[in-house]
């Protein structure tokens, strides 16, 4: 790697646990590498660029890497479709793993504002996260049902008079992932987002996992901040950058290794 392209990666670990990694400032001295581990498990190539006082990281992916990241890609890229059999069905299963022993009396039916959608119609409230979305309330109604009924229901801590809307809440997390580690990119554009492509390839479940702490941890956090609906925005930041403190520990190796994984309960 030619040393007038920067250091082996353009990454700065501060004692409060932050990363720098973009608009970086510091001198070439303050720049420090990348786990070995990583490297290790397919990070071919973690290079940094520096443009005036921008850093940008450029990572070349293995055809196996490639192809776990289009994997995801192509469920990313799934819209909503009310007319589609697979979707409606996955939304009745959605709904019988939220109220079992509660007939469902149609997909438009008042009885989906209990869950926490804007109305009737929940297919209205999927179109910023997409079908995915659906998918991922699904995985964790079905593997972490106690956790995933504790935040349905508020069941834990004191609840502010307005709480979150349970269902949207939802959507927006995952879109909220998908931006965080920019999964529309080709390829991974920050640290955060390399190292959870190797997670993936542990597991390839490890999308709906990251969403299911997700979920678990900002529930955590509105309780801690004592937040009422108007907080939202505020308490989705500060989830952000939690997991993205997370990801970056050096013993990460899998995606249930993150200490806020502990949150979750089956």
């Not at 990281?57 to 289009?70: G, R």
């Not at 997409?130 to 593997?143: A, D, K, T």
């Not at 969403?211 to 955590?220: R, S």
């Amino acid at each position: 790697m030619e040393q007038n392209a920067g250091s082996f990666l353009a990454v700065r670990r501060l004692s409060g646990g932050a990363i720098h990694h973009h608009r970086h400032h510091s001198s070439p001295a303050e720049v420090v590498g990348v786990s070995t581990a990583w490297l290790g498990k397919g990070l071919s190539c973690v290079c940094a660029q520096r443009r005036e006082s921008d850093v940008r990281l450029s990572f070349d992916l293995s055809p196996i890497q490639e192809e776990c990241l289009n994997r995801l890609q192509n469920r990313i890229e799934v819209q909503y479709d009310g007319s589609n059999l697979e979707h409606q069905k996955a939304l009745e299963a959605l709904w019988r793993s939220s109220f079992p022993g509660t007939e469902l009396l149609g997909l438009v039916s008042d009885q989906w504002k209990e869950m926490g959608w804007q109305g009737k119609d929940p297919s209205t409230d999927f179109r910023g996260g997409g079908f995915i979305s659906l998918e991922n309330l699904l995985y964790f109604s079905r593997n972490y049902p106690k956790s995933f009924q504790e935040l349905l229901r508020k069941q834990n801590g004191d609840r502010a008079l307005w709480e979150y809307p349970f269902a949207v809440a939802g959507v927006n997390i995952t879109f909220m992932l998908i931006q965080m580690l920019d999964l529309q990119a080709a390829k991974p554009t920050s640290l955060v987002g390399a190292v959870f492509l190797n997670l993936l390839l542990e597991n390839d479940r490890a999308f709906d996992i990251l969403y299911c702490i997700t979920f678990k941890l900002m529930d955590q956090k509105w309780l801690e901040m004592h937040a009422s609906y108007m907080d939202f925005n505020t308490v989705i930041k500060s989830t952000r950058r939690q997991l993205e403190r997370e990801l970056l520990l050096e013993d990460i190796q899998r995606i249930e290794d993150m200490p806020s994984y502990r949150f979750l309960a089956c």
